[in-house]
């Protein structure tokens, strides 16, 4: 029989999400169910004074929940213990939960929301990473520093005082950007005294909401529950904020005598008060040999982490490590700062920190390049890491992979060379009324939890054999639109021998399945899916063990031994716990070592035209080459780099959270605006596989990758069509315009407006 | 307002979903939307945005691709409306849903209904679109997840199974 792993096997859950019969959690009906909302501060800092309930109102028919009804403790657990799940005295952004409401009525209970006051004695509030560092306004510690790292190699002083070298500097800057999952967040919940706790709901991490709301009803671990509804899309921003809504949920339903309680934001209220990707500065100063060759880099890297600690450790941490790019340089500084400021909490979304890292270097490139008179090409092939390099954290590079042949791969492909010759002609003809360019970008990311974070996660999936050889995945993996049915579903019908349709993945259930950690940082496949292929692999060798399978065997014969093994024993169940790859050394003290088991390499093209009027960017075309190990589903995979490819196109070019202390004001899908059907280039994805030793049939992860690369391409692009320096995203028509503008004004040409 | 009040000022709009006739007593000024999923139990229609922007709410009524999200219910009295769950025929998927699931056109699926519907659209008034074409026609419909790659393929694919099949039925 046939393998699955390297067919693009149909989506398991295919059919439902065609036919409309995929239940998400607003399509869920209970007995009795009532609706819950929040009502939140709209001050950025202060005290709260009082809560004031208009008079007249039926409150008496309504469930009413304050911080003083928590029955165990008021804070979301994550990384720090900072954040509560209604705010009872401090207010420290202008989306915090105050009260919350329930009633059978949505409409009478959206109407009694507006009743409620929330009287606050107003604090000076800071909403940029300056201003969190200055620390007039303290929100965290001393200094407002949530977190801090420095990874260092070599000796960066010494190198940047060699004779000979030249120095180039920058600075670089980017924005907040929201998830936009088209499914809004959602929780339904039943919970009483006695009965304990069970939610479901929009998710992609069922373990951390679970983790969450133990110790918020001071109940173990059996007495919470925690079910994944069908998820419509999450890309982070489902990583951590479930939690909060879950318990919110509950509270109603504790509050309520267990009547089943649905909290489902609309999108107004998803986008303004959920988290975002982290806005970002990053400064970089560099020395460089007059033929290119990398001799030092030196980064701060600062990101506004908003105003509890959430995930910003993490995702500092990951844009810190790859901050210095997958260039060879023999010393580099690394100092990088999360910064509390009043925003709401900015969180986990696509890429992590590295985007925001990667714009920053891959910009730099280009100025580098420009001081020592080489291509952007060029420079990159110079200073391209190999095997046996050192990554900034002195991490030898193990993969055997050919970058610049990756390189060449998606310079062919986009016809690099001869675009950029034809493009300079195009835009030399004065009767041309648009300009045109094509820009490359270089980079690498880490699959799976940094350091020692795999090893502390310690997942375990287990696999279920059935009667007549079917099996059944039990993991907390989630399925949120990126394929872990399917992949785990594939990658355990080969393990077994069986075909693809004999295997099912159970829906995550805290209750029913082991904890295979969180479904984040690119981990799904190459770390939990290593352990679907352990623990499938393992029902053969019992079976075999059990004199039940030879060493060879068809489906039929697996399904027999399964069915008297069955028969027998009365159960078959395997379960796989992570180990972490012999030589895998990591230090968290000085944050050196092997960061990651393994990493995604890619060499991104993008093809750019620019409007001369409205200095709209226009893209005209992408190409993606990557290496992310053995492609399990290459369909899939190629609708995860795609996807990501058009998020970070978003990014780039359109998508701009605007502020006003410390809210998102255009918080509606009229004024944030996402690419469309009409703005999407073509895209060409190939994949460039090595085959990775310690991934399921070689394979690594590929989910975050995408969203690395685009952004730099993109402005690099824009830098060749139009000479100019932009060093911002998202690269606005204004921000284009001003560009030009300025760099007219200091070539000392007579302006035309 | 007490229940009766409420009750009061509730209308009974009758209209065809899916080819099958239905009456509902519905505040007049609810949203299609919201009649199809919590009085019709109709759930595949879904909502996104709210406000027009997303697609996701997409259903035909009298013919005609709409955001259902948009619409009062009132609108429809005498009208016939067509939801993502009428579009397989007889447990046989249409034609557009086989190409998203060869083509991968679905991920997460939360845009799915409307966009199989839009696409259902394009290929009525296209039967051989061009990529324009497409993209124009899907164009009020966001998709979070795909990069709209697989979805244009998707389209694609299903107009060449229409295609196939109808010179089949002609031959
Ligand atoms: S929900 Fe109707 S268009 Fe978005
Ligand atoms: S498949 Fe997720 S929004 Fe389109």
Redesign the interface.
């Known amino acids: 029989m046939g393998r699955t792993v390297g067919t693009s096997a149909p989506r398991k859950e295919g059919v439902d999400k065609v036919t409309g019969a995929a239940r998400y959690v607003d399509d869920l009906v209970m007995d009795g169910m009532i609706h819950g909302v929040t009502v939140r501060s709209r001050v950025a800092h202060g005290r709260i004074t009082g809560i004031r309930f208009d008079p007249g109102f039926p409150w008496d028919e309504i469930v009413v929940v304050t911080a003083a009804d928590i029955p165990g403790r008021n804070m979301v657990t994550m990384i720090e213990e900072d954040q509560p799940f209604l705010a009872a005295d401090l207010i420290k952004h202008p989306e915090e939960p105050v009260v919350l409401l329930a009633h059978a009525d949505r409409d009478l209970v959206i109407e009694a929301a507006k009743h409620v006051h929330i009287e606050v004695e107003e604090l000076p509030a800071i909403f940029s990473i300056d201003d969190g560092l200055a620390a007039d306004v303290r929100l965290f510690k001393d200094d407002n520093v949530l977190k801090r790292f420095l990874i260092e190699k070599g000796d960066v002083d010494a190198a940047f005082a060699e004779p000979g070298l030249v120095v180039v500097e920058g600075e670089y800057e980017t924005g907040a950007q929201e998830q936009l999952y088209l499914e809004a967040m959602g929780m339904i919940a039943v919970a009483a005294p006695g009965k304990g706790v069970t939610v479901w709901g929009s998710l992609q991490c069922p373990y951390y909401v679970h983790k969450a709301l133990k110790p918020l009803f001071g109940l173990g671990d059996g007495e919470v529950r925690v079910i994944q509804a069908v998820t419509g899309g999450g890309f982070g921003g489902k990583e951590e904020y479930p939690s909060l809504i879950a318990g919110h949920a509950a509270l109603l339903s504790w509050k309520a005598g267990g009547v089943p309680v649905k909290v489902i934001y609309d999108r107004a209220e998803d986008m303004v008060a959920t988290t975002k990707r982290h806005p970002s500065r990053t400064r970089i100063r560099t020395a460089v040999k007059p033929d290119g060759e990398l001799v030092a880099m030196d980064v701060v890297f600062d990101i506004d982490g908003g105003a509890y600690a959430t995930l910003s450790a993490v995702v500092l941490s990951r844009g810190a490590i790859h901050a210095a790019g997958p260039y060879r340089c023999p010393n580099s500084r690394i100092h990088a700062r999360a910064v509390a400021t009043n925003h709401p909490p900015h969180g986990a979304f696509r890429g992590f920190g590295a985007p925001q890292s990667c714009f920053a270097y891959e910009r730099h490139m280009e100025r580098v390049a420009e001081a020592v008179g080489l291509s952007s090409v060029a420079i990159r092939r110079k200073n391209l890491l190999g095997p046996g390099d050192l990554t900034a954290t002195s991490q030898v590079v193990e993969d055997q992979i050919d970058f610049p042949a990756l390189l060449d791969q998606a310079l062919e492909a986009s016809d690099f060379e001869a675009k950029r010759a034809a493009f300079a002609k195009h835009n030399a003809d004065p009767a041309s009324h648009t300009r045109k360019g094509i820009g490359v970008a270089t980079f690498y990311h880490g699959g799976g939890f940094t350091g020692s974070g795999e090893v502390h996660l310690a997942s375990v999936v287990g696999v279920e054999a059935l009667r007549g050889g079917r099996a059944r995945v039990l993991a907390a993996s989630t399925e949120i639109g990126q394929g872990t049915n399917t992949i785990f579903s594939q990658i355990a019908s080969d393990a077994l021998g069986v075909p693809y349709e004999w295997v099912e993945v159970a829906a995550p259930d805290t209750g029913r399945v082991p904890n295979s950690g969180p479904t984040v940082a690119s981990r799904t496949c190459m770390v939990v899916g290593k352990l679907v292929q352990d623990a499938a692999g393992a029902v053969v060798t019992t079976l075999r063990k059990a004199g039940l399978l030879g060493e060879e065997h068809t489906p039929e014969q697996l399904a027999a031994a399964v069915d008297s093994y069955l028969e027998r024993f009365g159960e078959l169940r395997t379960f796989s716990q992570y180990k972490p790859p012999a030589g895998i050394v990591w230090d968290d003290k000085t944050y050196r070592g092997a960061a990651y088991a393994a990493y995604g390499w890619a060499a991104y093209v993008a093809e750019v035209e620019v409007d001369l009027v409205t200095y709209e960017p226009h893209l005209r075309g992408f190409w993606a080459v990557q290496d992310i190990g053995t492609v399990i589903n290459p369909l899939l995979a190629a609708g995860q780099v795609e996807g990501g490819v058009t998020q970070a196109i978003g990014w780039a070019l359109f998508e701009e959270v605007r502020w006003r202390e410390g809210r998102m004001i255009n918080n509606q899908l009229t004024n944030y605006i996402i690419p469309t059907a009409a703005d999407v280039p073509p895209i060409h994805v190939a994949f460039a596989p090595v085959p990775f030793a310690h991934g399921p049939s070689g394979a690594k992860g590929v989910g975050e990758l995408p969203m690395d690369g685009p952004a730099p391409a993109i402005v690099n692009a824009i830098e060749d069509a139009l000479g100019i320096d932009v060093r911002r995203v998202p690269a606005l028509p204004e921000v284009v315009m001003e560009a030009v503008l300025a760099k007219r004004a200091a070539a000392g040409e007579v302006q035309h407006v | 307002m007490s229940d009766a009040e409420a009750r009061a000022e509730r209308l009974a709009v009758t209209f065809t979903v899916n080819g099958v006739e239905k009456t509902v007593e519905t505040l007049p000024m609810k949203r299609l939307l919201d009649v199809l999923?919590e009085d019709l139990?109709?759930?595949?229609?879904?909502?996104?945005?709210?406000?027009g922007?997303?697609g996701?709410c997409s259903v035909f009524v009298d013919g005609r691709l709409v955001n259902s999200c948009l619409i009062p219910a009132l609108q429809v009295e005498g009208s016939r409306v067509d939801?993502?769950?009428g579009?397989?025929r007889g447990g046989e998927?249409h034609a557009v849903?086989r190409a998203?699931?060869?083509?991968?056109?679905?991920?997460?699926?939360?845009?799915?209904?409307g966009m199989?519907l839009a696409a259902v659209d394009v290929l009525r008034k296209h039967p051989n679109p061009t990529d324009e074409q497409?993209?124009?026609g899907?164009?009020?419909?966001?998709?979070?997840?795909?990069?709209?790659?697989?979805?244009?393929d998707s389209v694609m694919t299903a107009a060449l199974a229409i295609a196939s099949r109808d010179g089949e039925g002609a031959a």
């Open positions: 999923r139990a109709l759930t595949g229609t879904k909502e996104g945005c709210g406000e922007e997303c996701a939801t993502i769950e579009l397989a998927l849903q998203f699931l060869e083509a991968g056109g679905a991920q997460c699926g939360i845009c799915t209904p199989v497409v993209r124009e899907l164009a009020g419909n966001l998709c979070r997840c795909t990069g709209y790659m697989k979805i244009f």
